[in-house]
């Protein structure tokens, strides 16, 4: 089956039809057909644990650990390695290559996108203000990209904007940015040749710089996470980038929940959280339970403690990025998450029938006489896309510790522990006697 056959089939035709009590349809059957995501490079290890040891030079690690051999606290990006490096006559040399990736947005989802380095978004840079940077970029696509480093201070001619600052990097080649970092904070790389198509299929990265002097508090987790949003009918693989306004998957890191690697921090530890967004058309309103905390720093640089102001919610504007910090002083498990509640489903459509005060035991039994075996009207619009869902569509409904988490999408927990092994999920909290809202 084809892309274009595929993009026959929308979401809106398969949510009508289930929120019209049918439960399979000829053709949610048509739209089950195999994905394409075969032809391309085997997907990047899903979500893994964090690392149990201290991360090496150049690598990913979680915030907690500081290695000998960085001058500067290494940033974790959750479901995202670090881009390693090698020196040349005191020239850090970064290598990345354009190309292709089938990226596991959750167990049972997998999305054709184009990334870096086998991996969508790419990895995250990470350098210091003062560095000498080189970075080689390769492309293996079958069309034209340039690379654009956003928010960095750089010589004009390194900025990455085709046909403007630089010629294309053609299929096949391979280009050389080189400039001395001058700033430092939380920035962003993404193509600035035909934006609309490359960026909707994935490419973006993290940039971070850190500061010469380390900048005071230092904090004990740094964790940093890119925003963005796609467009993948149910029961394909490849996303449309031609879609403006009705996305349907919003992803951290490229990855949506219950895929989503949780933040880990002990009671009492400074965390920051750096957020990027690069998505298509929206801003994402990310917000934190159980905190207070103060915005930092924007892609222009660090905010003056004097003009920081408290939030529960930080609004990240597509094209930005703001870090937030806090004491983690609040033992559990936080939700962390956009707070446009249509961020937080998976493959979700719209325009459905209004059944507010709908009486479902009549409707079913109705149903049951016209349609045996149809999918009964349930609440929850989680269950909805549990019954005959197209293959590679993923629903919004996760078994907790409590009862089913009724989320997806732009969704982590943030795990706040008073003893906390290095690396490891810490499982669900354990609330203490009289703490917890039950049945009276
Ligand atoms: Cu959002």
Known sequence: MTTHDQSLITRRQVLATTAGLVAVTPFMRAAATQPEHQQHKPAAPPNQPPPAAP???????????????LPYRPVSAPDTPTLPFEMDNGVKV???????????????????TWGYNGQSPGPMIEAVEGDRIRILVTNNLPVHTTVHWHGLLLPNGMDGVGGLTQKHIRPGQTFKYEWTIRGHGTYMYHPHFDEMFQMGLGMMGLFVVHPKAPREPAVDRDYAILLNEW???????????????????????????????????????????????L??????????????????????????????????????????????????????????????????????????????????????????????????????????????????????????????????????VLKVRKDLAVGADPGWYEHPTGTLAEPV
Not at 94 to 112: C, D, I, W
Not at 353 to 370: F, S, W
Not at 379 to 387: A, K, P
Request: net charge negative; hydrophobic share 40%; aromatic share 6%.
């Open 279 to 412: 998505s298509t058309t929206n801003a994402h309103p990310i917000h934190l339970h159980g905190y207070s905390f103060k915005v930092t720093g924007t892609d222009g640089g660090p905010i003056p403690e004097s003009a920081q102001w408290p939030e529960v919610t930080v609004n990240v504007p597509t094209g930005a990025t703001r870090d937030i910090e806090f004491i983690a002083d609040n033992e559990g498990d936080w939700a962390f998450h956009c707070h446009k509640v249509h961020h937080l489903m998976n493959g979700m459509g719209h325009n459905l029938p209004i059944v507010v005060g709908m009486r479902p035991d009549e409707v079913n039994a109705r149903l049951a006489k016209v349609l045996p075996g149809a999918m009964p009207l349930s609440v929850g619009m989680g269950h909805m896309m549990e019954m005959g869902r197209p293959k590679n569509t993923i629903g919004s409904s996760t078994e907790g510790p409590f009862d089913e988490i009724d989320a997806g999408g732009m969704f982590t």
């Open 55 to 69: 991360p090496k030079a150049g690598h990913a690690g979680h915030g907690g650990t500081v290695p000998h051999d």
């Open 94 to 112: 970064f290598r990345l290559t354009a190309e292709p990736v089938a990226r596991e947005f959750a167990p049972g989802l997998v999305v054709n």
């Open 231 to 277: 467009s993948v009918a149910p029961g394909a693989a490849t996303p449309d980038p031609t879609e403006m306004t009705a996305f349907n998957l919003f992803t951290f890191n490229g990855r949506v929940f219950p895929g989503t690697a949780p933040l880990l921090a002990r009671l009492g530890e400074r965390v920051r959280i750096r957020i990027g967004n």
